[in-house]
């Protein structure tokens, strides 16, 4: 069983930029391929969660939203059992509750995975709130 929390969230003006963090729990952290999705207030009925980023277990290769794209970093430390995301230019439409998520599948370690039910361990989530 993995759990993970998340930090970092919080409110911010448009353009600027926060760094989002997860910490793992258990030994098996640096196998998993870890992705941020985010849930937008339009979505929370729909209990729907919008992928956001992905990286393999090694780290080498990331994939991103293109909403995201250029914007946001994705990235990780296996010794510390750590995933961060980092969003520079920040939007109103960034505006969310991001979650981290850790997936234990074999074929997501090759490309990194985005659907939600390809997860299989999710942290609470962390508000970001972006102002215009």
């Known amino acids: 069983q993995v759990q993970l929390v998340e930090s970092g969230g919080g409110l911010v003006k448009a353009g600027d930029s926060l760094r989002l963090s997860c910490v793992a729990s258990g030994r098996m952290f640096s196998r998993y391929t870890m992705g941020w999705f985010r849930q937008t207030p339009g979505n929370e009925r729909q209990l729907k969660r919008e992928?956001?980023?992905?990286?393999?277990?090694?780290?080498?290769?990331?994939a991103y939203a293109d909403s995201v794209k250029g914007r946001f970093t994705i990235s990780r430390d296996n010794a510390k059992n750590m995933v961060y995301l980092q969003m520079n230019m920040l939007k109103p439409e960034d505006t969310a509750v991001y979650y981290c998520?850790?997936?234990?599948?074999?074929?997501?370690?090759?490309?990194?995975?985005?659907?939600?039910?390809?997860?299989?361990?999710w942290g609470q989530g962390t508000q970001v709130t972006v102002t215009s």
């Open positions: 998520a850790g997936s234990a599948l074999d074929y997501c370690s090759e490309y990194g995975c985005r659907g939600e039910y390809e997860y299989d361990y």
């Open positions: 992928f956001v980023a992905t990286i393999t277990s090694s780290g080498r290769i990331t």
